[in-house]
């Protein structure tokens, strides 16, 4: 028998066990003898050469007998196949959850240990995603299949991930996450997005909070949504709310500011269970909208005429007069119109008065006294984020291992800066800063045109 013979266990690919030889030559169990010892012949046995070589185990893997009579050439790069393939899956199997597995690097990992004679990472890609896809848990169709337990629902640190559960919603907040709930909540930003929800959803809600002394905005919560209805917001902010408040001894927690784009059924549950806060909604959904509504009913006259051009830009930046003025103003531009006879443009200002003057209060659009955060875009950034990383529709695993990521890298990211090892970057300035000076030119010069 040749000596310093090397063993290395795989596997074939129907998932038998498998013995490579010095890394040259591959044995497929063939059967098991009465004293419990394997026989394992040559891969090559049923193809052309029909080689006759086998090997003999005992229990321990120890050799009994080596027939090296191979009538074949050495295959050293289908062997190191074979063993990469075995490794990665070994790797696989071995992960609880394997959304987190990072096939590339572990491939680096085990090609360095192997040498030179190492297959390509695309020549078994397939291979392993099919590995990867078997470990994976059984998908979420409806949310009456959301498990209450889980081992997906515990953060990287081990604490409670998923705090509430009913037939409507499913909500995530690790304890760091009502903590900076609890003690930042100046300013709290809200919004939805559609493409990541997973098929049986409506929408992944998200909550956000600023940390004025880091100038950094980090996630205080996700949600999965079966709908957009007011009684589902009232109780995701409810349970928030129950959350943070039992992590802070039953001392009332209530945000200063709540962010978010023109939709009543937040606004009005975020009241009932925030009396006090103060809603804003974002300037940019504001302008958006008016742009819409003017392409619709007067955009040629907009375009063609400087007067009505300048009567528009009045109407779309009024969120930074003075709200005592804001009427006066719009009374003055439709009396102009009306003057000039400018028909489609008067519909334009009819609908900005019944929509913005009537049926929305002012105080929740007008950022005169207070143009810090005058947008979502806290919440729209992230959004887009979230979009990017998913080509399709995320399964409902697949999307809470990639919130339980980010949820990881918000708590580094805080630890990093408050313990002063990341230096806090300056803000540049920003459009913000330009507004605010402007907005001191117009306090000087909207009486004026009150009085034109």
């Known amino acids: 028998m040749e000596e310093n013979l090397i063993i290395d266990i795989s596997e074939s690919n129907k998932g038998k066990e498998q013995i490579i030889i010095n890394k040259k030559y591959k044995f497929n169990f063939s059967y098991k003898r009465k004293d419990n010892s394997k026989v394992y012949k040559c891969t ?23 027939n090296s009579s191979h009538n074949h050439p050495e295959n050293e790069y289908d062997v190191s196949l074979s063993i990469m393939k075995h490794k990665i899956k070994d790797g696989i199997e071995k992960s609880s959850i394997p959304f987190g597995i990072k096939i590339k690097p572990l491939y680096n990992k085990i090609s360095k240990e192997m040498g030179l004679i190492c297959p390509e990472y695309n020549s078994i890609k397939s291979q ?6 078997k470990k994976l848990p059984s998908n979420v169709t409806t949310f009456a299949e959301i498990p209450s337990e889980s081992e997906y629902y515990k953060t990287k640190r081990g604490e409670n991930f998923m705090i509430f559960k009913n037939s409507n919603l499913i909500i995530f907040q ?29 929408q992944v809600f998200i909550t956000r909070t600023y940390a004025k002394e880091l100038d950094s905005f980090y996630t205080t919560s996700f949600a999965i949504l079966k709908n957009k209805e007011q009684e ?8 928030l709310k129950k959350n943070a408040n039992t992590c802070n001894n039953n001392i009332r927690i209530e945000p200063k500011n709540l962010h978010c784009d023109f939709e009543r059924a937040i606004s009005k549950a975020a009241k009932t269970i925030f009396p006090n806060t103060n809603i804003k ?42 709200p005592e003025y804001i009427f006066d103003i719009y009374v003055i531009i439709k009396i102009k119109s009306i003057k000039n006879n400018y028909c489609q443009f008067l519909k334009f200002l009819e609908y900005f008065y019944k929509t913005y003057l009537i049926d929305y209060d002012m105080k929740i659009w007008n950022y005169y006294n207070n143009i810090e955060h005058i947008t979502n875009n806290a919440s729209e950034s992230l959004n887009n984020y979230l979009n990017n990383l998913f080509p399709t529709k995320p399964s409902f695993y697949e999307l809470i291992d990639k919130l339980n990521e980010l949820e990881h ?23 913000a800063n330009e507004i605010s000076v402007l907005i001191e030119r117009f306090k000087s010069i909207e009486a004026k045109l009150i009085d034109a």
Request: net charge positive.
């Open 44 to 66: 090559e046995y049923k193809k052309i050469n029909k080689c006759k070589s086998f090997i003999i185990l005992n229990d321990k893997k120890e050799i009994l007998k080596y």
């Open 128 to 133: 392993i995603s099919r590995n990867l896809n």
């Open 174 to 202: 690790s304890p760091f996450q009502a903590k900076l709930f609890r003690e930042y909540n100046d300013d709290i930003f809200v919004d939805g997005t559609f493409f990541i929800a997973p098929k049986f959803s409506y």
């Open 232 to 239: 589902t917001y009232k109780m995701l902010f409810e349970k």
């Open 281 to 322: 909604y974002c300037i940019w959904h504001y302008k958006k909208s008016l742009e819409i509504k003017k392409n619709k009913l007067c955009y040629n006259e907009v375009k063609n005429n400087n007067n009505i051009f300048i009567y528009y830009k009045a109407i779309s930046n009024l969120p930074f007069i003075n």
């Open 409 to 431: 890298l918000s708590y580094y990211d805080y630890q990093r800066k408050i313990r002063g090892i990341w230096k806090i970057k300056k803000r540049a300035i920003n459009k």
